[in-house]
């Protein structure tokens, strides 16, 4: 525990696993105080990779096969373990002494979310979601009070239980006089809106488009799978922009949709990037110019969303790029030359490493529980009203 | 909420589904002080049955159906829904408002549980468990605070997260002058052994062996489905006792292993029940004789492992019998003539409905974790160290 002014920081870990099932992101935080003065800080952060058979299972019964309860329980079960194991190996690597840890906020690996109602696969599907990962086995492993499960507390008072970041950033970011935008260019590219001044209920936030799964997609594809994502914009930078496909691209019904409102693989997925290959094939396009159109698009799109439905309501002086597109020289310059008298900046800049971000959110977020405050931001789930989130599992006594 | 002496008892609304998946018992208590000096009652008690498909859709889960991420995470939700529901129509039945209910202990629905590694249908299966009933729902629709699954925690400290009731039995009925079993005639039948003046790891608990199981069963069959047990030792009365078939039962090699151990249809389910109606057909016997016999056998084995593991280890002046065969003459005569010196009586008598027992427990059980307290007995689930139960999940802001 660290000592700073008149109050005490906590030191709480945060733990994230994402869709794709890679592995534990691990994030060491400081935080103190309290909204309006809440306070955090990212002390270390790491990644520790699921065993292959592991994240074949999790892949497996979260795309849909056949399961059982016996399977889904053992995951659980065995998920706890890991992630359990994952605080105590970065604790080691970090020479952080695990009786230092005040808590751990554990977001668990999801196996199935549905937000709101809908047909899945023909079948009728209420809302729900199942994040999995055995917070009591993290507690009793680590010896430190475990909060895991966030989003169904939102779901029962009708939010869609995410995004659930956005509340994050706006403890992080809010500024009595300075309006900002909180960007993460992940796979898809999503904004958080705090306008100067702004209460929770003024936050908005939205997936503005594709982030970088377009990119990275065509990068496998051109490369025959060696290259993941192209670094340092790298290869785009050795082609050029056709505006006839730019055109094109920016004409796709999703951005004339007002806010709020969601994206992701549905709609810019593998059979929207293989229309994309085709074009360039029809048209005698070079690879590079390709991937460098897809770039130029994906900043076009943050910048297009800004104009129609950013600008017009709130004044925004700082734009807080997170995520791989914070990376990206190209989007980084098109953006800075696009918003005119806004500053563009990264989380990182800002103190906030852009890989340990969303671990560290969940550190934030179950701090807030921990104190028995709501965090989740009703504008961006859509729920009705606010949320304690979160469940608290009690580490053994000693 | 209710003042009484110096403390003030809180109202702790107890939800319990079992196996069986009937429905919902709700036990409405109030709890006063802590340990040494808890005090708790029972209010109000019920029961709610599930609609039948969710119940067929529970047993077919639990029965190691094929299943998928998306039916576990409905269901879950489902029961949540439910068991909210529950607690809400039971507070209007008994004219107690939402507002008194301080807090809620929700045990959910089993869909697995293995308490220690093994194989189950061929396969290997390490330990694990699984409560479904989303109490972050509970906790929303009913605006109280509520704590579920309380198994997972015991487990991750090595026990075999069950038994869980034992310890409420201790906090209930302990002593400083005065022995006590608190037994329960169940399907199977389990007793709590409760020295005088007993600190947590002097008590003890075991399964005798059958309870009302065989009796049921038998009579399903003799009535070809119309009756489901013997309502108050009626049809066994009507019959006597085949000596030489009951000295065969008493045989079973179950009742020469020590404690701790527990039993289950594994040993004393249908398979067995046939062989006992195959021996009547046999031997001629009356279907009236072999419910008597059954009956008496149910009896002896409590009265069997008293002589040998209990009376040796404690002294015990008081049997106080929950369950359904608190209400069967038969076994509680023969309890009382075979226990010389010992006070047999029931738990209603002592204030504790035997319906509402295990629902009870649970509140009880939610009332020490919400005081931070640890609930398992390690005596009891074979847990390594001492485990604070459960998931805390705050009702939304009012």
Redesign the interface.
Known sequence: MMLKGPNKSIRVVGLMSGTSADGIDVAVAQILGAPPNLRARIEHATSIHFPREIRETILR??N???????E???L???L?ELFGDAVIKACRKFRVPLASVALIGSHGQT??H?GSPSR?RG?R??????QIG????I???TGVTTI??FR??D???GGQGAPLVPFVDYLLYRNAKIGRVALNVGGIGNVTVIPPGAKPEGVFAFDTGPGNMIIDALMRHYSAGKLRFDFNADFASTGQVWPELLDLLLKDHYFRIRPPKSCGREQFGEAYTQRLIEWGVKHRARPADIVRTATSFTALTIVDAWHRYIAPRAKIRQLIVAGGGAHNPLIMAQLAAALDGVEVTTSAALGVPEDGKEAFAFAILAYE?FH?R?ANLPSATGAK????L????????R
């Not at 599907?125 to 199942?130: D, E, N, Q, R």
């Open positions: 019964v979260a849909g096969a056949a399961s059982s309860s016996a889904i329980s053992e659980n079960f065995t706890g196996i199935f549905q899945v079948t599907h209420a809302a729900s979601t199942l055995e917070p009591a086995i507690a009793a492993r895991g499960d169904p507390a779901m029962a008072v529980t028995r709501a009203q606010r949320a304690i979160g469940k608290v599992c009690y580490a053994p006594p």
